[in-house]
């Protein structure tokens, strides 16, 4: 059983050093996956291409289609200028003595509208910069300042929120995006606080040591005073419609669950509609609201459209196939021997579905360097049994559904997240320089999720 549990082990190891250094997940994790295989004793080609890529391509297709047009909604906002409009605003609005604030806020405003990590990124960036540079606040700031509006409570925790990380655990449970919501809002809520409490207390250690925005630093993006946006209540409109019509197709009164019946879904085998009616929600909000960001800017949008939905495309094959990957990873290593031995002692560090799930989503997320990456591995893996443990506890799968997609935006933020090496390359600077502050933000957010599936159990 050592040489098994050793076999996952390595092999785990491995994909994260090589995710590390950059290599492509799509490569190395059929490589590392058929290595573990090969060390334990089964069967090589069945693993592959009945395991390995059977799970892989219904990865692919429950959650292609909200990749896509995730991609193609940030990239067509960003094009029509209106990421950038929000952004703006809410800088010149709050001012520099509100610097962190605001962008922050720009950035929580545009993820939760549905705009992808990376485009939040790139149209905040400027913003950001003119207004620390008004500030004198030390560059190095503002990658902790983007992942704290970006990549936190935003993006797991507020009910309803359009990021996939919210979308994966509805079709384990049969929820929806709007699951558990007051214990969302206050997770978000606490991670909000404590983030910006931990760099406030940052900017004033630089601003006692006399540091101040910095010389001679690369990828400064040009000056803003010439370029002109949309209004901005035209530019959030987009945002608007996706947010209202994922409710209304969610649990208002359009809802998907009602749109067929029973007897017709059984003929395209989905048992249960729970199962699929938050992604069908959220693709025909997502569809709305590109069509009317298509409407903003048309004629500019309309110029570029072409290379920018080519764009889009190329940068939703990538993402989904990269964690399709580790899902057909993940599917493997349960079939291995040596993996009931670790799945036992995931599940004996607490006997309590809520905390032993906030632990294995977190270490995965860790592992992977991917929030969707882990959640989909732990949830693949081991959520029909976190799913049976509540029922019998009497715990809603909402909880489970909140409690999950939290974990995976804590320990995901590890130096070798691709989203962590994409938003240092943006805002030109290194590890070194910058990454304290987001690590600081990962610490907040796994802590925060821990404590709060802890208070759970008690009650």
């Known amino acids: 059983m050592f040489i098994e549990v050793v076999a996952i082990v390595l092999s785990l190891g491995l994909l994260m050093f090589f995710a590390y250094r950059g290599y492509p997940v799509i490569v190395f994790a059929p490589i590392f996956t058929l290595l573990a295989v090969l060390i334990s004793g089964i069967a090589l080609m069945p693993s592959y291409t009945e395991v390995y890529m059977v799970n892989a391509a219904n990865y692919v297709k429950n959650f292609f ?7 193609v909604f940030g990239k067509v906002m960003e094009l029509n200028g209106a990421a950038s409009s929000i952004a703006q605003s809410l800088v010149k609005a709050l001012g520099s003595k509100r610097a962190m604030l605001s962008v922050v806020l720009a950035c929580g405003i545009l993820t939760y509208g549905g705009v992808s990590l990376f485009v939040v990124a790139f149209a905040v960036y400027p913003f950001a910069v003119s207004i620390f540079r008004e500030a004198n606040i030390p560059k190095r700031l503002i990658p902790g300042t983007i992942a704290l509006g970006a990549f936190t ?3 797991d925790a ?3 929120t359009p990021q996939i990380q919210n979308i994966i655990p509805t079709t384990y449970f049969g ?3 709007y699951a558990a919501p007051i214990l969302g809002i206050i997770g978000g809520l606490i991670v909000f606080g404590l983030g910006l409490f931990w760099l406030e207390r940052r900017r004033k250690q630089a601003e006692a040591a006399g540091e101040g925005y910095g010389l001679g630093h690369k990828n400064e993006p040009e000056g803003l005073d010439n370029q002109k946006y949309p209004n901005l209540w035209v530019s959030i409109i987009p945002l608007v419609l996706v947010l209202v019509f994922n409710y209304l197709l969610s649990r208002g009164f359009l809802t998907v669950n009602n749109w067929y019946s029973a007897e017709l879904l059984k003929t395209f085998n989905i048992a249960n509609v729970k199962t699929v009616s938050s992604s069908w929600a959220l693709i025909v909000a997502l569809l709305i609201g590109i069509l009317s960001a298509i409407c903003i800017n048309a004629r500019v949008v309309q110029s570029k459209l072409a290379v920018g939905l080519t764009a889009a495309a190329m940068g939703a094959l990538l993402a989904i196939f990269n964690t399709a990957s580790e899902v057909g990873f993940g599917n493997v290593v349960k079939t291995l021997p040596g993996f009931k031995a670790i799945q036992g002692w ?8 809520l905390i032993s799930e906030a632990i294995s989503v977190n270490v995965l997320a860790g592992v992977t360097g991917s929030a969707s990456g882990g959640l989909s591995i732990a949830l693949e893996v081991m959520g029909k049994q976190y799913l049976e443990a509540a029922n019998n506890a009497g715990i809603s799968p909402e909880l489970l559904h909140r409690i999950a997609s939290m974990a995976s935006g804590g320990m995901d933020t590890l130096p070798h997240n691709g989203a962590v090496i994409t938003l240092l ?6 590890h070194r320089q910058s990454y304290k502050d987001i690590f600081a933000i990962t610490v907040i957010k796994t802590v925060t999720v821990l404590v709060l599936a802890i208070i759970l159990s008690i009650f």
């Open 346 to 353: 995931i599940l004996g560090l607490s006997s309590h579905p």
């Open 65 to 71: 289609p909200i990749f896509l047009l995730g991609a």
């Open 158 to 160: 507020l009910p309803g």
């Open 153 to 155: 409570f935003t993006m």
């Open 425 to 430: 390359a943006i805002t030109g600077l290194t």
């Open 175 to 177: 929820t929806d995006s």
